[in-house]
T-cell receptor, first 113, second 116 residues
């Protein structure tokens, strides 16, 4: 079955620095990926997504990179702010079928003021 | 747009009782709703997929008779935890996929269940 995992469980960065959160996936059938941010006691919040026919997508202060060759994606956060402190999950899914998502384990990002 | 609500936000119940959790898409119609469970410091685990007007599809290991799901309309799905036990204590989160709106799932704020 599919598994989506993260390389680093925790990440501490200085305020203003860039953050990079990594994720690996195993199911080649996954054709889209989503990054979510989850603050303590809250539901996941959509950040950015990318389809498998792309290798890069940019949003406001965030960039997602997808490397299908090695089944790896990353989330880059520019000029990290204290409000970015949260747990970040990557999730993969397939548009053929029920659109179920498989979530990675999560990376806790702590921003040092 | 794409706001999903859950009610209640937290609930405490006695062992053996049943608890119903509601999930509503407030500003869109949801073809599909999903129910997840999340234990402390762990990831989200999909419990079931719910399509409006049809029976839910449960993931392996999730008891359908214990976790009753009803998706009666395009904006409401309910999860009922029957005969709850302390091991059912968890954070239950629903998500909704917009009708005709692609693959993105929008998540509710979650419901914290504590079974005593």
């Amino acid at each position: 079955g599919e598994s989506v995992g993260l390389h680093l469980p925790t990440l501490s960065v200085q305020e203003g620095d860039n953050s990079i959160i990594n994720c690996a996936y195993s199911n080649s059938a996954s054709d889209y990926f989503i990054w979510y941010k989850q603050e303590s006691g809250k539901g996941p919040q959509f950040i950015i997504d990318i389809r498998s026919n792309m290798d890069k997508r940019q949003g406001q202060r965030v960039t997602v990179l997808l490397n299908k060759t090695v089944k790896h994606l990353s989330l880059q956060i520019a000029a990290t702010q204290p409000g970015d402190s949260a747990v970040y999950f990557c999730a993969g899914g397939s548009r053929t079928g029920s659109y179920q998502l498989t979530f990675g384990k999560g990376t806790k990002l702590s921003v040092i003021p | 747009g794409a706001v999903v609500s859950q009610h209640p936000s937290w609930v405490i119940c006695k062992s053996g009782t049943s608890v119903k959790i509601e999930c509503r898409s407030l500003d869109f119609q949801a073809t599909t709703m999903f129910w997840y469970r999340q234990f402390p410091k762990q990831s989200l685990m999909l419990m079931a997929t719910s399509n409006e007007g049809s029976k839910a599809t449960y993931e392996q290991g999730v008891e359908k008779d214990k976790f009753l799901i009803n998706h009666a309309s395009l904006t409401l799905s309910t999860l009922t935890v029957t005969s709850a036990h302390p091991e059912d204590s968890s954070f239950y989160i629903c998500s909704a996929r917009r009708q005709g709106g692609g693959e993105t799932q929008y998540f509710g704020p979650g419901t914290r269940l504590l079974v005593l």
